[in-house]
C-alpha cells in the first residue's frame, strides 16, 4: 500500500524568509510525484510532476525536487500570496488506472 | 481552454436522501477521477473512469457510485446518505488514464448532510 506523510502540518514563515517543505513517499513503483496548491474552499491546482529521482522543477518561487524516497518543495523569499495549503501526492504500480495517494498537507502561512 | 468544471458547487441534504454530482472534463481529456476530502481524512480517490468504464474503485462503500458519459463527463452518487458523507468532492481529469498523468482539479462540490 503506497503512504505518503508531509511534513510540517503547518508552517509560518515571514515574509522573505525561505524555506522547505517535505514528503516523504513509500510506493511499489513511483510512477509520477505530483504537487498541489489547495486555497480555502476551492479544488488543489497543480504545480509539479516529478519522474524520477534528481528531476527539480521551478515555477516562480517554488522548486521541486525528487530523491528515491522523499520530495521537497522549496520557497524562496514567500510572499502573502504564497499561504495555502500544499499537497503531495504519487501515483504507482500499485494501482490500475490513475488513483492518486496523498498526503495531509502543508498548511502554510506567510506574514507580511 | 476551459478548467474541470463542477455542478453544483454546493448542497444541502438530509439524512437517507440520495445525491447526483456531476463533472466536466477539460476538453479532450478522457480519464476523470473522483476524490472524497475531508478535515479528518484528507483526500481519498473514490474512482476513475475512462472511455466510459470504471477503471480502479478506492475503499468506500457500495452507496457511492458512477458513470462517465461518450462525452467523457462523468456523474457520482451517492445513496442513502449518512451525516460522514459531509465532505468536499473532488472531480479531476487527465489527458489519458495512467498513475503518472498529471491529474488537474475542478472548484469541487461542497456536501453538507444535516
Known amino acids: 500500500e503506497d503512504q505518503v506523510t508531509q511534513s510540517p502540518e503547518a508552517l509560518r514563515l515571514q515574509e522573505g524568509e525561505s524555506s522547505s517543505l517535505n514528503c516523504s513517499y513509500t510506493v511499489s513503483g513511483l510512477r509520477g510525484l505530483f504537487w498541489y496548491r489547495q486555497d480555502p474552499g476551492k479544488g488543489p491546482e497543480f504545480l509539479f510532476t516529478?519522474?524520477?529521482a534528481g528531476e527539480e522543477k521551478e515555477k516562480e518561487r517554488l522548486k521541486a525536487t525528487l530523491t528515491k524516497k522523499e520530495s521537497f518543495l522549496h520557497i524562496t523569499a514567500p510572499k502573502p500570496e504564497d499561504s495555502a495549503t500544499y499537497l503531495c501526492?504519487?501515483?504507482?504500480?500499485?494501482?490500475?488506472?490513475?488513483?492518486?495517494?496523498f498526503g495531509g498537507g502543508t498548511r502554510l502561512m506567510v506574514k507580511p | 481552454k476551459a478548467g474541470v468544471t463542477q455542478t453544483p458547487r454546493y448542497l444541502i441534504k438530509t439524512r437517507g436522501q440520495q445525491v447526483t454530482l456531476s463533472c466536466s472534463p477539460i476538453s479532450g481529456h478522457r480519464s476523470v477521477s473522483w476524490y472524497q476530502q475531508t478535515p479528518g481524512q484528507g483526500l481519498q480517490f473514490l474512482f476513475e473512469?475512462?472511455?466510459?468504464?470504471?477503471?480502479n474503485k478506492g475503499n468506500f462503500p457500495g452507496r457511492f457510485s458512477g458513470r462517465q458519459f461518450s462525452n467523457s463527463r462523468s456523474e457520482m452518487n451517492v445513496s442513502t446518505l449518512e451525516l460522514g458523507d459531509s465532505a468536499l468532492y473532488l472531480c479531476?481529469?487527465?489527458?489519458?488514464?495512467?498513475?503518472?498523468?498529471?491529474?488537474?482539479f475542478g472548484p469541487g462540490t461542497r456536501l453538507l448532510v444535516l
Open positions: 501526492a504519487v501515483g504507482s504500480n500499485n494501482n490500475a488506472g490513475n488513483m492518486l495517494t
Open positions: 473512469y475512462f472511455s466510459e468504464t470504471q477503471r
Open positions: 516529478l519522474y524520477s
Open positions: 479531476a481529469s487527465s489527458l489519458y488514464a495512467g498513475s503518472g498523468e498529471t491529474q488537474y
